[in-house]
């Protein structure tokens, strides 16, 4: 775990006056990485740091050589540390560096942003636990909650190619589906179109093939984290899940937020990992005193939906969900890079792991429409009248996170939007 240290310091500012503003996502005490380009310009993507309302360039801070953010992932735990005191005494008030750095500021409404990086591989977890039991009561009346559930981190491998940032247009996913009555299956647009509320960890250092990661060294290969939409097609996944799991019902369209909020940045926010009584703990390659004292994330998520309609008349997106994913994991993402590793699977810098959906015990709190509706038979009704039980075309749909707590300065994920088109032809 990383210790606090001077850029924690909730009493320092910048020479960036809109870092200083309350509730802004993009303190001096955050500092999240992402890659941008002036908008319109066709340039090659560059990295840069949020700040405020400003994008700072960091090649051009002379901090770094390179425009290429793997690079900069791969480094070890020091170098990343000093890295952030370095970009943190650039940007406070009275700094030496700040005139010129002035020169290397952008507004982030005037660039363009993409991926945080070049993500090799993706692998889907499935940690929040009251998530699982709602959608297997629905899938699995008997069983909701399987066996290996509460021993082993459940976990698929996603599709790459398809991970869009925050922005994305995707048109609705096709699939085969079949009807109770139907004696066979038809290929048609999902009708049960949803979104899964989630966390992407990045891989910072990885590991050599055949040699596992040690839950005490697991930290240390995580860089950090973003918020993650893995979109699901319901009633595709309905059909296809058994006996190998998803398939298209997952792999058309992915959205991340274009920040990754380093794990530094989060060491104010850890909070203990603790199992509800009764239930088993986990086995030894996967506990650690360091996991057990802090190894869970106290970020608190949101899912606001924006239909055509709203956006025609002018009206706002609507909060559907509030919770917290300390209280919807059922495990660390310390523990699931150790898990990935075990069997001497061989991570990269850039790899991402996302947590699965991830809901509270409420239901307001609710990480995927399939859990608010009940599956559909419980429309929820927005203020203008309108119906959901799942998106529609035209719809927008809008995660946002951030850490609060006392003593400590607000630290914001920023957002991720995306909005559903109509199938495509053929």
Not at 5 to 32: E, K, Y
């Amino acid at each position: 775990m990383t210790p606090l240290n001077a850029t924690h310091n909730p009493q320092l500012r910048s020479w960036v006056a809109s870092a200083n503003q309350a509730g802004c996502d993009f303190p001096i005490q955050n500092l999240p990485y992402g890659r941008f380009r002036p908008a319109g310009s066709g340039e090659a993507f560059r990295i840069g740091i949020a700040i405020g309302d400003q994008v700072l360039d960091l090649k051009a801070t002379g901090l770094i050589h390179t425009d290429d953010m793997n690079l900069l992932m791969a480094r070890n735990p020091a170098e990343r540390q000093a890295l952030r005191a370095a970009i943190s005494a650039g940007l406070s008030e009275g700094s030496a560096e700040a005139a010129e750095w002035a020169k290397a500021l952008l507004p982030q409404s005037g660039v363009e942003m993409t991926v945080p990086c070049r993500i090799g591989d993706y692998t889907d977890f499935y940690t929040g636990i009251h998530h699982a039991r709602t959608v297997g009561s629905l899938f699995r009346p008997d069983a909701p909650l399987l066996p290996n559930y509460q021993w082993v981190p459940i976990g698929y491998h996603g599709r790459a190619s398809s991970i869009g940032v925050s922005g994305q247009h995707f048109k609705r996913p096709k699939g085969q589906t079949k009807a109770p009555d139907a004696v066979a299956p038809a290929l048609g647009p999902s009708k049960r179109l949803d979104y899964e509320l989630e966390l992407g960890f990045f891989v910072a250092q990885g590991n050599a093939l055949g040699e596992a990661i040690d839950i005490a060294d697991a930290e240390a290969h995580l860089f950090g984290v973003t918020l993650l939409n893995d979109w699901s097609a319901r009633d595709i996944q309905a059909w296809e899940y058994q006996p190998l799991g998803p398939f298209l019902s997952k792999n058309f369209a992915t959205t991340l937020s274009p920040w990754i909020v380093t794990s530094e940045a989060l060491a104010p926010f850890r909070a203990p990992f603790e199992r509800p009584a009764g239930d088993p703990q986990p086995l030894p390659y996967l506990d650690a005193p360091a996991n057990t004292a802090a190894g869970a994330l106290d970020i608190v998520l949101e899912t606001w939906l924006q239909t055509a309609r709203m956006r025609e008349a002018g009206e706002a997106p609507v909060r559907l969900t509030r919770g917290n994913a300390r209280e919807a994991a059922y495990w660390t993402p310390a523990q699931l890079v150790t898990h990935h590793t075990v069997n001497g699977c061989n991570l990269q810098p850039g790899d991402l792991l996302g947590s699965g959906t991830l809901s509270g015990p409420k239901p307001e709190e609710a990480g995927s429409l399939l859990e608010l509706t009940l599956g559909g038979k419980r429309p929820i009704e927005l203020p203008n009248g309108e119906r959901r039980s799942f998106l529609e075309d035209g719809d927008t749909l809008t995660l946002r996170g951030w850490c609060e707590r006392e003593g400590a300065v607000r630290i914001g994920l920023g957002e991720v939007s995306g909005t559903v088109e109509p199938a495509g032809g053929g």
